[in-house]
């Protein structure tokens, strides 16, 4: 996770000292990762978030809450299930399975069986919104998956955030040439890392797995052997003319983590 963006009822009777230290330590444990990550003496580990997680999860087994996430989904299981949470002093969020996933490089997430976490992210973005859950409409709307090189956790983790104006007016002047079935060079229009791209036509990420996409689409070139130089960005564009979707922006070139795909958010609200 990687936080230079420019553009949350535990346990019973017996156990209060020991719920509330636990709390104290995940709380802790956020701000040192997700507060403190943009500055280069903060001292934090890639496991951090990981453990975060569990909290969440015995949280949600114990009492049916999340503390400190917003969210914990096990309907499916730990195995396929999430959680969502908010970093301190962003208005973005993040959404990471509760299955142990070291990042985009995981060979789980090219199997038949594994969740689809984009989508699982794109419905979370009701977050996004104030305290009833509401938000705007769904255009600007980001997904975003850092490199290894880029990130500062080895747990999966989708940045789900709004684009800036200008970066929305971009990528809507890009979508209308992206071609649904592979995916094509779109260049640098970021002054980042080369991208490539491709439309999925839709209302939602439910008949397409990204990750997936990734790997039954990808030529020309060919991605690399070392998957973890991956990085994803999905934004949900609604473009006054043409068709309507997600665009799917990806690089494999960014080997120094010099980008990171929360380059694309910062803006402080969905269009």
């Known amino acids: 996770m990687h936080d230079r963006s420019p553009s949350a009822s535990l346990w019973v009777h017996g156990s209060r000292t020991m719920r509330w230290l636990s709390a104290a330590v995940a709380i802790a444990s956020v701000g040192a ?34 503390f400190p996430c917003l969210e914990a989904n096990l309907s499916d299981g730990a195995d396929r299930g999430y959680v969502v949470l908010r970093p301190f002093g962003s208005s973005d969020l993040i959404l990471a399975p509760t299955r142990r996933i070291v990042g985009v490089e995981d060979r789980f997430l090219r ?52 684009l800036s104006p200008a970066a929305t007016q971009t990528i809507e002047t890009l979508a209308p040439a992206l071609p649904t079935d ?57 473009p006054s003319r043409g068709r309507k979707g997600f665009a799917m922006l990806a690089s494999y070139s960014n080997p120094f983590g010099r980008h990171s795909v929360e380059d694309f958010l910062g803006g402080s609200n969905c269009q």
């Not at 990762?33 to 087994?61: D, E, K, P, Y």
């Not at 069986?113 to 979370?124: G, I, K, L, S």
């Not at 791209?197 to 070139?221: C, E, K, M, Q």
């Open 182 to 238: 592979r995916w094509a060079p779109v260049g640098r229009p970021f002054h980042g890392p080369e991208l490539w791209g491709r439309l999925l036509i839709g209302d939602t990420l439910a008949s397409a797995n990204p990750f997936h996409l990734i790997v039954d689409g990808w030529s020309n070139p060919a991605p690399p052997p070392d998957r973890s130089q991956l990085a994803i960005t999905i934004v949900r564009i609604e």
């Open 111 to 162: 199997t038949p069986d594994a969740p689809n976490y984009f989508e699982d992210a794109w419905q979370a973005r009701k977050f996004l919104g104030d305290s009833r859950g509401s938000y705007r409409s769904q255009s600007g709307v980001a997904l975003a998956v850092n490199s290894r090189q880029s990130r500062t956790q080895d747990q999966l983790h989708i940045h789900i955030g709004c």
């Open 33 to 66: 990762t997700f507060g403190l990550a943009t500055q280069a003496s903060a001292v934090t580990t890639r496991g951090v978030l990981w453990r975060v997680i569990q909290t969440c999860v015995l949280n949600h087994t114990l009492t049916g809450g999340a």
